[in-house]
C-alpha cells in the first residue's frame, strides 16, 4: 500500500470511527495517530532509500489531486503525526471525566488528518481544501467549551482573522494556476509585477494562520480551549501553516516579496516578544511567544534560508508542545494559567517543572538543547543574508526577548508557596509530556543529520553562535532579575494591550467585517422578503385566474356540454329499435315534406 493512504486515512478512519462506536474514544485517536506515525516513518524510510511515494485523486479538468512525499513533506508529516500522538496520550489524562471526550477525540482525529493532507499536497487545489479543514477544526476545537463565558467569541475571532487573510492564498493559487496551466506546487515561478504580487498575497495567507504583526492578537484569544488543543495548534498544526506554506513556496518569491516576509518576521519577533513579557497568564504568555517564534522562522526564509525555518520549525514543534502541556498540568493542579495561581506551582510538581524548564531554556536556546542549534541557523541566516542590517538586528532582539520571558515564567514557578494538589490522570499527562521534553532536548544531536537528509546545506555566518548565546543569556538574566513591567519601561501599557492601534484589528477588521456580515444578512432578508411578497402576488393572480376559469371558461364549456348531452339525449330517444314506428315516423316525415311542398308550388303559380 502506498504509505501516504494511512498517513491521512488513520486518523480520518478514527475521526469517523469515534462517533459510532463512542466508548473508549481515546482507543481509536491513538491508533489512528499511531497509524500515520508508521506511515510517516514509512515515507521517510522511502525516501531515504530513493523511493518517491505520490498518489493522484481525480479533481478539476486537468488539475488532478495529487499527494506527494518529498523529504521535506515526509518529514512535516512525521513531526505532525508525532507530536499529535504524543499530545493525544497526554489528552487521556487531561480528558478524563470530561463528558464531552467523544466529540473532542473526534475532533481531534479530524484535525490530525487535515493536516497531513496538507503537509503532502502536492498541488495547489489540495492545498486549498486542507488548508479549509484545519481552519473549521481549529474554530471547532477553539470553542470546544461553547458553553463557557468567551469561548464563542474566541473562536470566532480565530476564525475571522484567519479566514480574512486566506484570501491571499487564494488568489495567489489562481494566480499561479492561470498563469502556469498547472497545478502543481510548487510551480513555476512568475515572472514580472504578477509574481510580487503573488508572493505578497502567501504572505498574507501566513500572516493570518501564523499570528504575525499586525494579526497576532486572535492566537492570544485562543488559549479558552482545552491545554492539548493549545499545544497541537501552537506546535505542528494550525500555526504552523504559514511558515510552512512559506517554506514550500520559498522558490517562488521574488526578492521584494522575501524582503517582505523577513521584515514582517523581524518586526513580529520583535513585537510579540513584548506582549509575552506583559502578560500575566501564562498560556497567553506562551501564545505570544509562538507569534515571537515563527517570526525567526519567517525571518529566515526571507533571509533566502528556508531549511533554517524548517529546522526552527521542527524543535519548535516538540518545545512549545512541551511548554502548554507542562502549563496544563500547572493549570489542573491550580484551578487556572494567571500568574497569581501558578507562584511556586514548579515546587509543588518538580518533574513536570523539571520538563517545563528543558523546553524553556530549549526555547531560549541554551546549548546542547535543541533550540541552541536551530536558532543558531537562524542567526546566522539573518547575518549572511542581503538584508543583514535590517535582518540581524530584529532576530536578535527577538532572542534575547525569548530568554527574556523564558526566564519570567521559569522565576514564577519557582518562587513562591508550593503547595501540592493532585492532578487526575497525571500518569497519561506525565507520559505524554514526557516525551515532548526528551525530543525537544535531543533534537538538536539530529539538525545536522536533518539538513543533509532535506537535501541543503546550513548557512553559515562568522559570529553567529557567538551573538545567539550573548542574546540568550543576556535574556535570560534580564527576565530573572528585573521585573517585567521595568523591563518594558514606557513601552509597557502598550505591550500589555497587544499594541492595538486605534483600537487593533477589532476596530480595523473585527468589527468592518462583522458590520459587513450583517448588512448582508439584512440584504439577504430584504431580498427574502421581496421573493415572498412576489411569490405571494404570484400565487394571488393564480387564484384569480383559477376562479375566472373554474367560473368563466369551464362554465361555459360545461354548459355547451350539457346541452349537447340534452339535445344527444333527446335525438336517441327517438331512436327506438322498432321498424314499424321508424316507417310510421318516415311516413309522417314524407307527408309533412309533401305538404310543404304542394304549398310551395301553389304559391309560386
Not at 236 to 243: R, S
Not at 416 to 443: C, Q, S
Not at 453 to 476: D, E, T
Amino acid at each position: 500500500m502506498n504509505p501516504i493512504v494511512p498517513a491521512v486515512l488513520g486518523p480520518l478512519a478514527a475521526a469517523v470511527a469515534i462517533p459510532l462506536l463512542r466508548r473508549a474514544p481515546a482507543a481509536p485517536a491513538l491508533l489512528g495517530a499511531i497509524v500515520a506515525l508508521a506511515a510517516g516513518g514509512a515515507l521517510a524510510v522511502g525516501i531515504a532509500h530513493g523511493t518517491r511515494a505520490e498518489l493522484l485523486l481525480p479533481g478539476l479538468p486537468g488539475l488532478p489531486l495529487r499527494l506527494i512525499a518529498t523529504p521535506l513533506t515526509a518529514l512535516l508529516s512525521l513531526v505532525v503525526a508525532g507530536v499529535g500522538t504524543l499530545v493525544l496520550i497526554y489528552a487521556v489524562g487531561y480528558m478524563k471525566g470530561d463528558p464531552e471526550r467523544v466529540r473532542f477525540f473526534a475532533t481531534m482525529s479530524f484535525f490530525i488528518a487535515a493536516m497531513q493532507a496538507l503537509v503532502l499536497a502536492g498541488d495547489w487545489i489540495s492545498l486549498l481544501a486542507a488548508w479549509e479543514l484545519i481552519g473549521l477544526s481549529s474554530y471547532l476545537l477553539i470553542g470546544f467549551w461553547h458553553a463557557r463565558p468567551g469561548v464563542g467569541a474566541a473562536a470566532l475571532r480565530a476564525f475571522l482573522y484567519t479566514r480574512s487573510a486566506d484570501l491571499g492564498l487564494y488568489t495567489a493559487a489562481f494566480l499561479f494556476i492561470a498563469h502556469t496551466g498547472t497545478g502543481v506546487l510548487p510551480s513555476a515561478p512568475l515572472s514580472g509585477p504578477a509574481a510580487t504580487l503573488a508572493g505578497l498575497l502567501l504572505l498574507l495567507a501566513a500572516m493570518g494562520k501564523s499570528a504575525q504583526t499586525p494579526l497576532q492578537d486572535w492566537l492570544q484569544r485562543a488559549m479558552a480551549g482545552p491545554t492539548p488543543v493549545s499545544a497541537l495548534l501552537h506546535s505542528a498544526t494550525l500555526v504552523a501553516a504559514g511558515a510552512i506554506l512559506l517554506i514550500r513556496a520559498e522558490p517562488l518569491l521574488t526578492p521584494g516579496a522575501r524582503l517582505a516576509v523577513g521584515v514582517v518576521g523581524g518586526v513580529t519577533t520583535v513585537v510579540a516578544g513584548l506582549i509575552a513579557l506583559g502578560e500575566r497568564d501564562l498560556k497567553r504568555l506562551l501564545a505570544a511567544s509562538t507569534s515571537s517564534q515563527y517570526g525567526l522562522m519567517l525571518v529566515a526564509v526571507g533571509a533566502g534560508a528556508p531549511l533554517a525555518a524548517l529546522l526552527h520549525l521542527i524543535a519548535h514543534a516538540a518545545i512549545k508542545s512541551s511548554l502548554f502541556l507542562g502549563a496544563g498540568v500547572f493549570q489542573h493542579a491550580r484551578g487556572g494559567t494567571g500568574f497569581a495561581r501558578l507562584r511556586g506551582a514548579g515546587r509543588a510538581h518538580p518533574r513536570v517543572f523539571l520538563g517545563f524548564t528543558v523546553a524553556g531554556l530549549a526555547l531560549a536556546g541554551v546549548p546542547p538543547l535543541s533550540g541552541f542549534f536551530t536558532k543558531d541557523a537562524v542567526i546566522a541566516a539573518a547575518l549572511a543574508g542581503r538584508h543583514a542590517p535590517l535582518l540581524a538586528p530584529l532576530a536578535l532582539a527577538g532572542t534575547l526577548l525569548t530568554g527574556a520571558y523564558v526566564a519570567r515564567a521559569l522565576r514564577l514557578l519557582w518562587r513562591g508557596a508550593g503547595e501540592e494538589h493532585r492532578v487526575p490522570g497525571l500518569g497519561w499527562m506525565g507520559a505524554g509530556f514526557a516525551g515532548l521534553a526528551v525530543a525537544a532536548a535531543g533534537l538538536g544531536a539530529a539538525v545536522g543529520p536533518i539538513a543533509a537528509w532535506a537535501g541543503g546545506p546550513l548557512p553559515v555566518a562568522s559570529g553567529a553562535g557567538v551573538f545567539g548565546l550573548a542574546a540568550a543569556f543576556a535574556g535570560l538574566a534580564l527576565g530573572w532579575f528585573v521585573p517585567g513591567a521595568r523591563l518594558l519601561g514606557p513601552l509597557r501599557r502598550a505591550a500589555e494591550g497587544g499594541f492595538a492601534l486605534a483600537g487593533g484589528l477589532d476596530f480595523w477588521v473585527a468589527r468592518p467585517a462583522l458590520a459587513l456580515a450583517r448588512g448582508c444578512d439584512r440584504l439577504e432578508q430584504a431580498l427574502y422578503a421581496g421573493v415572498l411578497g412576489i411569490g405571494r402576488l404570484g400565487l394571488t393572480l393564480a387564484r384569480s385566474v383559477r376562479r375566472g376559469d373554474e367560473r368563466g371558461i369551464d362554465g361555459l364549456i360545461f354548459a355547451l356540454a350539457r346541452g349537447a348531452r340534452t339535445l344527444g339525449s333527446r335525438a336517441r330517444a327517438l331512436q327506438t329499435g322498432l321498424v314499424h314506428r321508424e316507417l310510421a315516423l318516415a311516413a309522417a316525415g314524407a307527408a309533412v315534406l309533401l305538404a310543404a311542398l304542394a304549398v310551395g308550388l301553389a304559391g309560386f303559380r
